[in-house]
């Protein structure tokens, strides 16, 4: 089949342009009848893979799948795409199961879903069927190498021997060589085609912050995007329950999940979660292999994860519909710690313990942490990304020989005996309790770093461990060690360079703009309440009826014919036909309010210049108007840019306006008017300053035109 004849498919039934990279030639490998193992990153898009020939093949395609979940959103969601699809699981009665064997025998259905357990039910009527294709999702399982091994998948590769001619696809996350041998063998793969897809996932933003304050750095956060579901990873089950009741006093939908809470309130909430009902999930890992929610926006990893596989894989529950999604990963010392205990008493102990490593190198890299992710997957990259806090905000170096010095030397004062944080309390010379017990007041090099603060010298005793001249002895209480490195600073007149420790200090400012930029009244929220209506009437979530990326499209498109609104990336045949119509009139009518809304507006500033024109003072016309003066002279101001002819002169001179332009220049055009306002130092009107911009944009309107 042809590329183009391929796409037209790939329009019609699933709405997508275009072919995410290796689908197109992972579907030609199928559909030339070749078995083929598919490793494609979490979000990368496997289903089509096998979807898409499942509609263009004769027969039925079987797929394998290890969750249940997990089928019935994907039966569901190819439901809304008018393509036949069913199910068949231990959640279903015998009846409601014999139900859709004996549909799958006269042919009703393009594809079924079951579990590897559940594939018996189908033995007695494999020779009544015509299967085109067997598809094996999240094929890692089979290998005990993995993480989620299934025993049900080791008996996978009788169906090679039983239905040899019948392709099969492998598709799997899990990249590792030992994985994909196991997978190849165990299934019977007949020198299968392979193709590895980029792990880059580009949309997804990458950034570690200090695990300080992390609770009200997580809330400030949250509270700057109100709609926006996300997912917070946390070390132990206790850090879960504890969080989202934090959460939750702070007026955040939150909720708790992990193996701990009994079935009912697990299901219950990841449902929640699902259907946009609960805005954040504050999870152990077990949380995210059963879902599929494309609209996760964010992922915050409240401690370090123990190794780069699984945060690569929980960060990739982020952004899968494409659009730009957020990371956070807050590293603790303390996490370390523990992590390094948990690590050293399992299994494996120095595999895990390796990739600990691993994981703290990428927390406290200095260079692009993509480029580090993706090689630490066998990806090597010339460019920087410039999606990550390093690229957005490179840090600075300066010599910091001294301060490591003080800090050094403070330790060996302390004769190696005190861990991290009594070392900074003696630096800064606090005068605590436990100093004082031990008399340290009094020993020569207290306080001799009072003039920095505890947040900075935490941040700079991390920098001298990371750079090895000291350590933490993790089975000693955490005290910190000199390494013998530490001589070559203290006694060998060794340069230290550090980096500037940068706080991230939240932009109040940028918060509202933000949530203004979030408001309710956009056509962005009103697609997505008509979206959860429509979701809760069908009982699906709501990503399946359309994506994140699909509203945004339509917000910005704007479609108001059925050959528009197919225009739209993730509407096909069959969505055009069911939701069309009840999105384009959403759309229509938002535009009628809105001019109704300008037409307004119009007409009240059309009432202020009638009554400026006829000689009104500002508080005159407030007064007859009932609006208050700065209203009144807000519709001034806009009236003038407008082009209106109003005296100016009467309300700022010219000789205030060009400080206002200079002013301007110098705070790099700030929105609001309080930076002039303290610029001039509260000397210059609110209102001289409004009139005074307007001049300016009058000025600057005619000198484009
Ligand atoms: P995976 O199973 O690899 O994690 P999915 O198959 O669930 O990924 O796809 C992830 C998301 O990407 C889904 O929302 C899907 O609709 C979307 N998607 C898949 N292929 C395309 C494409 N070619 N164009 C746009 N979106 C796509
Ligand atoms: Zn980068």
Redesign the pocket.
Known sequence: MNSELLHAK?KENFG?E???PN?ETIITTILSGQDTLAI?P???????CFQLPALILPGITIVISPLIALMKDQVDSLKTNGISACYINSSQSSEEQQFYIDNLKSNKFKLVYIAPESLSYLDNIFSELTISLIAIDEAHCISSWGHDFRPAYTNLGYLKNRFPSTPVLALT?TADKATRTDITKQLNLKNPKTFVASFDRKNLSLEVRPALDRVKQIIDFIENKPNESGIIYCLSRKTTEELAEKLSKSGILAKAYHAGLDNTTRAKTQDQFINDDCQVVCATIAFGMGI?K?NVRWVIHYNLPKNIEGYYQEIGRAG???LPAETILFESYADVIQLQKFASDGLNADVQLAKLERMKQYADALSCRRKILLSYFGELVDENCGNCDICKKPPTFFDGTILAQKALSAIKRLQESEPLAVIVDFLRGSKNAYIYEKNYQTLKTYGIGADISWYDWNQYLIQLINLGYCEIAFHQHNKILLTPFAKKVLFEGEKVKLTTVVKKVIDKNEIKQEKAKAAKNSLFETLRKLRYEIAQEEEVPAYVIF?DASLRQMEILRPMTDEDFLAV?GVGKAKLEKYGQDFINAIIEFHRNKSVKKEKKENTYKKTLELFQNGFSVEEIAGKRNLGETTIISHLAKLYVDGHDIDLSQFVSEDEIAKIEKAQIELARPEALRPYYEYFEEKMSYDKIRFGLASIERKYNKSVL
């Open positions: 790939l997508f275009k072919f995410r689908q494609m979490t979000g990368g898009g496997k289903s089509i996350a599929d494309s899968r519909d494409g994506s990336e």
